[in-house]
């Protein structure tokens, strides 16, 4: 069975600082890497997505994600932190033998002016 | 395209109630999927669809019935609610190529329940 781990429920981070958000899996197969945003009150929204084509993924609003094998580890960056970052992350696994996604338990990013 | 949609927005039940969620999407999607939050949790699947008259099981699906009889919309039921059902219910959806690159799964807004 696939699953991904997420450390660190609350991460705080200065505006203008780095943002990385850790992610590992563990998946017999090879891997399909998703991390999803969500803001407050809303449903979640796709960030971006690993699916073999390219190990660096880019994503919306700035983010990108690298995926290494060695590591199994998808972890999220984004160079440069802004006070509309605030929401929380999660991180999904899925296979091709199904369509369906196991979630991490997410990281509530609090940005600090 | 409204997308996914979910009704009720927000529910209170006293235990022991029933209760009905609606999930309508308008992107002809095949799949379809429902999933609670709590705190600390993240999502966890509860029942999912990949086609109109179908169900299964997803992660925790005990006390929750689904059904499917139309394609666009997927129904999530509470016999008999108990306050450990207290969460945040999403409905999702997406086509069988979720993991091709264009593709994704959409969700709805989310339900809160609270079971009393």
């Known amino acids: 069975a696939q699953s991904v781990t997420q450390l660190g429920s609350h991460v705080s981070v200065s505006e203008g600082a780095l943002v990385l958000l850790r992610c590992n899996y563990s998946?017999?197969?090879?891997?399909?890497l998703f991390w999803y945003v969500q803001y407050p009150n809303q449903g979640l929204q796709l960030l971006l997505k690993?699916?073999?084509?390219?190990?660096l993924v880019k994503g919306i609003n700035g983010f990108e994600a690298e995926f290494k094998k060695s590591e199994t580890s998808f972890h999220l960056t984004k160079p440069s932190a802004h006070m509309s970052d605030a929401a929380e992350y999660f991180c999904a696994v899925g296979s091709g033998g199904n369509n369906r996604l196991a979630f991490g338990k997410g990281n509530q990013v609090v940005v600090i002016p | 395209n409204a997308g996914v949609t979910q009704t009720p927005k927000f529910r209170v039940l006293k235990t022991g109630q029933s209760m009905t969620l609606l999930c309508a999407q308008d992107?002809?999607?095949?799949?379809m999927y429902w999933y609670r939050q709590d705190p600390g949790m993240g999502l966890r699947l509860i029942h999912y669809s990949v086609g109109e008259g179908t169900t299964a099981k997803g992660e925790v699906p005990d006390g929750y019935n689904v059904s499917r009889l139309k394609k666009q919309n997927f129904l999530l039921g509470l016999e008999s609610a108990a306050p450990s059902q207290t969460s945040v219910y999403f409905c999702?959806?997406?086509?069988?190529?979720?993991?091709?690159?264009?593709?994704?799964?959409?969700f709805g807004p989310g339900t809160r329940l609270t079971v009393l």
């Open positions: 992107m002809n999607h095949e799949y």
């Open positions: 998946s017999s197969v090879p891997p399909y």
């Open positions: 690993y699916t073999s084509a390219a190990t």
């Open positions: 999702a959806s997406s086509s069988p190529g979720l993991f091709s690159s264009t593709d994704t799964q959409y």
